[in-house]
């Protein structure tokens, strides 16, 4: 019976352990739970973001921006929901390691289908994905028709992957890329391989 029976849930479930079997058997299930109310507020432990993930995959899919609030009568933690979501949308798209397995792929198809597109990746990182400067042949021929200024700003490129991007303007102040940067791990040396790449393939 339900723990809340003394306060007048209804609710009980008969069991047997079968030998036969070498496990539980449940034989009957009576009532319905009267004392769900009270907990709507409440998370449970055993609602862990795997079995959330599991059962929103298929509405995450189409609607990626939902929000997860109650949840199977509970509320689980605002951290619990957002490791949920990720985790669903990983079982849906792959997580970042697989997305940027598939990267050089990817840039070859860039700068085959859009000429004058710049990869460029030191040897040692060509295929891990570590460091990689890109520019699209547009946005570098475009600069010859811009502002001669180069504003480099990594706000926008934050997480585990993070970087750099260098944009300029035209005579309305309207902001144009020029090209852009990622990398695991922010140091000299990245800066310094972002902006030789940046002198190369983007002239005055």
Known sequence: MCKSHENGCTWSLGACNSKRHKKWIIKSIKGHHT????MLRQDHQQLDKHIIAQIIQSTVKTNPTMSIKTFMNYTPSYK????????AL???HGNREESYAKQPKLLGALQSYVPGTVVAAPTEF?????KLYLAFGPC????AYWKPIVQ???TWLYGKYTGM??????GANHIFPNCLHHCTRGNN???????????RHVPP
Not at 35 to 38: G, N, R, S
Not at 165 to 170: F, P
Request: net charge positive.
């Open 152 to 154: 480099v700003d990594g």
């Open 90 to 92: 990983e079982m849906i």
């Open 189 to 199: 040396f990245s800066v310094r391989f972002f902006l030789k790449n940046l002198r």
């Open 80 to 87: 619990k929901t957002w490791l949920a979501k990720q985790r």
């Open 140 to 143: 570098i021929n475009g600069f």
């Open 35 to 38: 004392c769900l109310a009270p």
């Open 165 to 170: 991007i260098a944009t300029s303007q035209d």
């Open 126 to 130: 060509m295929f891990e994905g570590e």
